[in-house]
Every structure is written in structure tokens, then in C-alpha cells.
């Protein structure tokens, strides 16, 4: 029996409209198949760039229907989801000069030369796209990390079909999405089928499990993720899954910073921790605040400025509920008081609150250890040090995260003091630590937003993601290649990409020396 997937309106909690119905096995199979059989079709660099293009363009065209349905699936207003649309776009055009590029393939050629000892034959290495491609959309992103996002932009620009299992937080808008791609596809001259899209729990399980899915991109919980990653590695041909699970994003305030700007930096944590309702994956969800006055100083701009933040709801009932637990569970920790929570809201909503803890409790672990796992929303721990070693000793208990921020004091970032305890050398010490922490790490800055650039990495150790890549930036596209060298291959047999007289035009290495 058909089971019937439904958009729902996260304000009252009420179903808008049937969207589709849940895949079942037989439907994911036809999926990626249809995908698996037109792969060929993306070989053509020239094409794929067109389609990025084009995608862009046809997202464009509906924007005003994409961002009013995706706000009445998540809530989350048109203001961010006009934003968010357009770093969507952005980033299918930047693949497409990525791809126009070539820099991507890593063309690196080694002329024979039997003087070498041993000899050395000739050797032609560049990249192949994996194959089919699943995409597990995300919750809090409809957009730019769901149907439309980066794993699939990346994806298509290494020349991999797509196969997206949609959030059931927002199905409709999903549907609009995949509609545009699909309209880009045929403009362009491609098959339709080089994006596909699914429904239902149990379908993306099944898409992970798929004999021809070659690689798979994933955003969402610790537990979901893991899950799925456990299911892709216990395959008969295991293949690599990129999966963005959790982060908690410590920051560190050090007393020279509160001291200088306390009120700023309590301003801007109230931003960064209540952006998007807290729901994002980069929130700051742990700050180590000196002891004293100045620290004392921070929190009251932190109260303040959360005072006037309104509350809202979250992306769907299951969070709010979650929220509301953790929220409980954590402020029935001894020593953590809340001076500023009001999580439960009106209605479907909540509030947006902090909990203080003395950091030498964080440190001793046990129970307390509760505080370092992401609670998703917008609430924030923060933990009074009373010295460096103490500050130094609760980061040693974190896992892997996405970013971690460190905010100095000027002479401290400009590298000055007597390397003492106030000096550049605390400053060294815990940006050393924070490296071994994340995958991006920010000075007097916050984490919320990440720029769709070049040298961004999106990524973190574990939990934070289930591999050492990025799925925002130019080198996302490296998750869904894999390179392949010939060797003593003729000329004629080879790829264009090869060829002695580089007819593509490609940046390459050529016996040790680069070419562009």
C-alpha cells in the first residue's frame, strides 16, 4: 500500500497537501537504474556546463514559488530562503567554472625515460567520475545542501547522475526543485534521468544498499548518518560515504578578548547561536568565557541581546520535542544554572536561552559530559575557565567538530605579549588546540555562514563528518572521483585528457613541471 508523503506547515503542525507517495524498493531500483543508464551522457565536459548553468537559471525562474513553499515547509522566512537561493545558484555556477577549469581532473603526465633506475614507463594519471550518486538531503537547509545543494551540483560537475532521497521536512519543495533540474537536463540536451529524487525512510536506506549506486553524500544527525555509513560499508563493494553528522563548534573567548570587548562579543554570539533558530550545522554550541569581570561583562550582553530575540518554531514537531529534552536533561546537571532560558515558547514555539557551567566540571567528565553533545536549536553552553590549563582541559574532551573559533585580544592576534599566560603564547597554545579540533578554525569571528569559496572546507573529524573532505567549496567535487593511470597506453588509446598535445587545453603537470 502506497504510503502518502505529506508537506506540512511547521507554525500550526497541520498537512498543506499531498506531495508523493513513499518509494518502495522497486522504485528506487527503477531510480538508479534510469540514472545508472544515462552516465554516458555527462561525459561531455561542455555539456555539464551548460546544465549547471542552465540549472541555475531554471531555479531562478520559479524563485518566488521555491522560497514561498520552502518557507511554509520550514518556517524559516523569505528573507533567509531568498539568501539561501541565491548561494544555491551560486555554487551550480561555480562548479560550472570549476569544470570549465579542469584543474579538478589533476592531469599529471610521466614521460618513459629508461635512464632512470629502475626505468620508468609512461605514465598518464588523471580522474574518472564514480558513477551513480545518492544524496540525502538535509533538514535545516532546503536548499543549499537538499535537492538542489552541493553534494548534487559537485556531483553533476564530476560527471555523476544524482539520485536524491528528499527530507520529509520539506517534500514540496523538493519536488520544485528536482522539476527545475530536470528542465535544465532537457534544455541542455541531456536525459532527464541524470537527476532523480525519492521518497521515504525506507528508500533511503534502500538507495544506500543499491548495487549501482557508486558514492553517497549525506547531512543530518549523528544517528542517521551513522546508520546509512554503517549500511554503505557493509556491502558486499563498500563505497565511500561523505557524511556531515554533528558538531558542537567550540569557541574560546580569552580574557584579554573579554576584557577589550565583552559587549560585542556577546552581541555577536546572540547572533551567530540564534541564526536560523539555532538550526545551524556551524552554531556555536560551546563557549569557554574566562572567570571574573570581564567574563561577567559578556554574559550580561549575551542576556540582553537574547532578550530581544523573538521565538519561533523549529523545522518540524520531532525537534521541538528533542529540544525540549535536552534542554531538561541538561539543567538537571548539578552546578548548571540558566540564566536566560526560555526554550519552551508559545504554541509551536521556543525560546532561545544559555546554560552556565563551571568549566572544571566539564573537565572531570562524567554526567556532565551531556554538555558537550550537540543540542539542536538555539540554546548554548557556556563555561567559565578559571585558567588556560582549565580551559585547555575541556577541549581535550570534544570530538571532532566543523569549526572551532578563537577570539583574542588585539595584541594577542597581532602575535605580541610575553608568551605568558596573557600573552601570544596562550593565544599559539589554543589555536593549536582548536586545529586539532575542526576542519575550519576562525579568529574573532563566528561560525554560522560558510562562504562558498575556493579554499572553504565544510568538513571536520569525526563526528563532524565521516571523512577528511569538504562539501562546500571548489574541491567538494574531488568526494566523486577516483583517479585512474595508464601506462604505455598509445596515444590513439588514450583519453583526450592524455594526449601529448593537451587538445582540451587542461592545467597539468608534465614530468615534474606544471603547465596551464
Request: aromatic share 4%; proline share 7%; hydrophobic share 45%.
Amino acid at each position: 500500500m502506497a504510503v502518502p508523503v505529506w508537506s506540512v506547515d511547521p507554525r500550526t503542525g497541520k498537512r498543506r497537501e499531498q506531495v508523493a507517495v513513499e518509494a518502495a524498493a522497486a522504485d528506487v531500483d527503477e531510480a538508479v537504474r534510469a540514472a545508472h543508464a544515462v552516465r554516458a551522457a555527462l561525459a561531455d565536459r561542455t555539456a555539464r556546463i551548460a546544465l549547471l548553468r542552465v540549472a541555475a537559471e531554471e531555479l531562478e525562474a520559479v524563485r518566488e514559488e521555491i522560497v514561498a513553499t520552502a518557507d511554509a515547509e520550514t518556517a524559516l522566512g523569505p528573507v533567509r530562503l531568498n539568501g539561501e537561493l541565491g548561494r544555491t545558484t551560486y555554487q551550480l555556477c561555480a562548479f560550472a567554472d570549476e569544470v570549465s577549469d579542469g584543474g579538478y581532473l589533476d592531469v599529471i603526465i610521466d614521460h618513459a625515460d629508461a635512464s632512470l633506475t629502475p626505468p620508468r614507463p609512461d605514465l598518464r594519471r588523471y580522474k574518472i567520475p564514480l558513477g551513480v550518486v545518492a544524496v540525502y538531503a538535509a533538514s535545516n537547509f532546503p536548499l543549499a545542501f537538499s535537492v538542489p545543494g552541493g553534494d548534487t551540483a559537485s556531483a553533476l560537475a564530476a560527471g555523476c547522475p544524482v539520485v536524491v532521497k528528499a527530507h520529509p521536512d520539506h517534500p514540496a519543495t523538493s519536488e520544485l526543485c528536482a522539476a527545475a533540474l530536470r528542465r535544465a537536463a532537457a534544455r541542455t540536451g541531456l536525459p532527464e534521468d541524470v537527476v532523480r529524487l525519492v521518497h521515504g525512510f525506507d528508500a533511503g536506506v534502500e538507495l544506500v544498499r543499491h548495487p549501482l549506486v557508486a558514492a553517497a553524500g549525506f547531512t543530518g544527525s549523528i544517528r542517521g548518518g551513522r546508520a546509512l555509513f554503517d549500511a554503505a560499508a557493509a556491502r558486499p563493494v563498500p563505497i565511500p560515504f561523505h557524511g556531515e553528522l554533528g558538531s558542537l563548534n567550540p569557541v574560546v573567548v580569552t580574557e584579554a578578548a573579554a576584557a577589550e570587548r565583552a559587549e560585542g562579543i556577546g552581541g555577536g554570539l546572540a547572533g551567530s547561536m540564534t541564526m536560523g533558530r539555532g538550526q545551524f550545522c556551524t552554531k556555536p554550541g560551546l563557549v569557554l568565557a574566562p572567570a571574573g569581570e570581564s567574563g561577567d561583562r559578556l554574559l550580561t550582553a549575551l542576556t540582553g541581546a537574547l532578550g530581544e530575540a523573538a521565538p519561533g518554531p523549529l523545522l518540524d514537531a520531532r525537534m521541538r520535542e528533542a529540544f525540549l529534552a535536552g534542554i531538561r536533561a541538561r539543567t538537571e546537571l548539578a552546578d548548571v544554572a540558566a540564566p536566560v532560558l526560555s526554550a519552551g515558547g508559545e504554541g509551536k514555539t521556543v525560546g532561545a536561552g544559555f546554560l552556565t557551567v563551571p568549566a572544571a566540571r566539564l573537565a572531570a567528565g562524567g554526567a556532565h559530559e551531556l554538555l558537550l553533545e550537540e543540542c539542536f536549536g538555539p540554546v548554548t553552553v557556556v563555561a567559565r575557565y578559571r585558567d588556560t590549563d582549565e580551559a585547555v582541559a575541556v577541549l581535550a574532551k570534544l570530538p571532532g567538530n566543523l569549526t572551532a573559533t578563537l577570539h583574542l585580544g588585539e595584541r594577542e592576534a597581532e602575535g605580541a605579549g610575553d608568551g605568558g599566560e596573557s600573552g601570544a603564547g596562550t593565544a599559539a597554545r589554543l589555536l593549536a588546540e582548536l586545529t586539532g579540533l575542526a576542519g575550519r578554525v576562525l579568529v574573532n569571528g563566528w561560525p554560522t555562514g560558510v562562504a562558498v569559496a575556493p579554499a572553504q572546507h565544510h568538513g571536520g573529524p569525526y563526528p563532524a563528518t565521516t571523512s577528511t573532505s569538504t562539501s562546500v567549496g571548489a574541491t567538494a567535487i574531488e568526494r566523486w572521483l577516483r583517479p585512474v593511470a595508464y601506462q604505455d597506453t598509445p596515444q590513439a588509446l588514450l583519453p583526450p585528457e592524455l594526449h601529448d598535445d593537451n587538445p582540451l587545453g587542461l592545467p597539468r603537470r608534465v614530468d615534474g613541471r606544471r603547465e596551464s
